[in-house]
Each structure stands twice: as C-alpha cells, then as structure tokens.
C-alpha cells in the first residue's frame, strides 16, 4: 500500500505543475496581447478617448432650457468610414440629436436611405423626413456635410437672440452665378423656416423648383428668399465669417485672394483686411480631414493648459486682426 501510494503522488504533483506552467504562460500571452492592442491603438482613438474638460458649465445646462440644435450630416458610401465616423465621435455628440444621410448603409452611422448625396431632390427628402419625424424636437436644423467640423456650443451663442420661430437661416451668406444669395458652409433654419420649406415651399412649384438639380444650396437659397425667409448675418462683432468655407490652416494667418479668388470674389460681404482673419467665435470649418477633425476636436475639449487665464474678448479681438504666424 506504501509503494502504491508513494508511486501515485509524483502523478498528482506532475499534474499541479503542468497546470501551473499552462496558468504561467495563458498569462503571459494576455499581457502580450494587451500591450500589442495598446501599442496599435489609432492615435484618433487615444485623442476621443480623453476626459472633456472644458463647456462643463453648457453640459449642465437642462435640455429644457438650452437651444435644441438637430444635426443633418449629409455623406455617402466613401465618406461613411473615411470622415462620417470621425464627425459622430467627435463634435456631432454635442447635437441634441442628429440624422446621417447617406447613399449607401452603415451599420453605425445608420443614415437615412438617399440616392444621392449633394443634390437638390436630396435635400427635399431629408427635410420632408426630418419635419415629418424629428419636427417637434428642434428649435434649430442645422444642415452640413461630413467634412465640417462644427462647435456647437458657439453656434447656441450666437442663436441666442434669435427665436425659432422667426423665418431666418444663417450660413456663410454667397452670390451665385445667377445674382441670387445662398448660404455655404453649413445652413442653419429656424423652426419656423423649415416649417415653410416643407409645407409651403416643396408643396408648389412656382415658390421651389420642383425638378432635381446639382445645385441644391443655390435651390434652397432661391426657395427660402420666395417663402420670405431672411439671411442672418453670421459674422462677429469685427465682420469676420463664423461660417469658415476652408479648413481652419487657410485663414490661421490670412485669406490668399489667389488661392481661394472663387469665395472673394462671390462673398456677399466685402473681403478686406479684418475680415480676411479666423474669427475666435468660429462656428463651422469646411472640407475637414479626419485627422484635423480629431485634432480640433482634441484642442476645443480636451487640452487642458495650467495657470493660464482667458484672454478678455477685446484682446482677442486686437491679436486676432494683428498678429500673423510665421
């Protein structure tokens, strides 16, 4: 019975040992793994992934009392994971609520269904949708495209005069080729205008133009000026556009009339000196690239610097109409 016993104890002991070296290694390839999901994780990803830090006082305020901004992002089957995805995870969170249109499906963006994605007959059925499911939850439409970036909280600032229901829309305010003002880089609408694109407008031919065309802001410019909605003047205090038709790196120094001659030369308002500079109250930027949308993103909510104060709004004023980067 001893020797019995003494031969099946090596077995036991065998058994534990095999079992711990397993443990021992099912350990170690876990921590390999985490630290080679750690190492590869997108740069993009480690940026969104940080606390906000700053608008803590807008986020506290209550959803009944503050402007309530639905967001209408308008993409497609490229832009769907190359920039859309960016725009939901970045600044289209501040959106009381939002709605992707898109021409083909997505399982995370999960846009409304559309032919195609900057035509006029688009725009139409986007609205149609939004005032006929989405119409009791806004006080404002805000219209753009998967390339801007927008801070909402500067919009709500400048919204704050206004009531949704006056027939106004705001936008960077252009001439098109036809002597006829339209708003580009992003379109804003009361309540109450969109109440009248929908109802009124798209309902009779000679307010809308009933047909599809490329051109759908000019359309909608056309159509508003019919329904007796106004143009909003978007611009700061110093006359320099909120509504930026670039990327922000075109006016960080000044506008170059060679580079864009198109937005000098169509500008409702006169280009000049002061108003060639980024305004500090920038609301929306256009044709974004997803790393400079992280990173704007990153720089307005995340980038904390220490012991250093608000520059007064007049002092922004004078750097932002004197100063150049080198």
Known sequence: MEKECSTREPKWRSYFIDLYESLKISVKLLLIFLMCFNFFQTDFTRLLNLKS?????????????????????????????????????TWIKNCDRYLFVSND?????????????DRWDTMKVSLFHVHQYYANDLDWLLMVYDNNYVVLEN????????????????GCKMWDNDNQTYM???????HEALRRLVVEGFTNSSLCNPNDSAY?????????????????????????????????????TELSPEKEEWFVTHSFYEIN?????????AISFSDVSPATMVTLHYYIYKLRIFGRKVLPQNVTNHLGNNTQLS
Do not use: W
């Open 105 to 117: 499906v997505h399982a995370v963006l999960e846009p409304l269904l559309v032919k195609y994605r």
């Open 53 to 89: 830090n700053v608008n803590e006082s807008i986020a506290e305020v209550s959803n009944d009392t503050r402007t309530r901004i639905f967001c209408l992002i308008f993409t497609n089957e490229y832009g769907n994971n190359y920039i859309a995805v960016h725009g939901q995870a």
């Open 155 to 170: 919009l709500r600032k400048m919204l704050k005069p206004y009531s949704p229901d006056e027939p106004i829309n705001f």
């Open 184 to 190: 580009h880089g992003g379109i804003v609408l009361s």
């Open 216 to 252: 759908a802001s000019e359309e909608m410019g056309k159509c508003l000026k019919n329904l007796g909605v106004v143009d909003g003047d978007s611009r700061d205090a110093m006359g320099r556009q909120r509504f930026i038709p670039f990327p922000p790196e075109h006016f960080l």
């Open 273 to 281: 000196a002061t108003t060639n500079k980024l305004s500090p109250e």
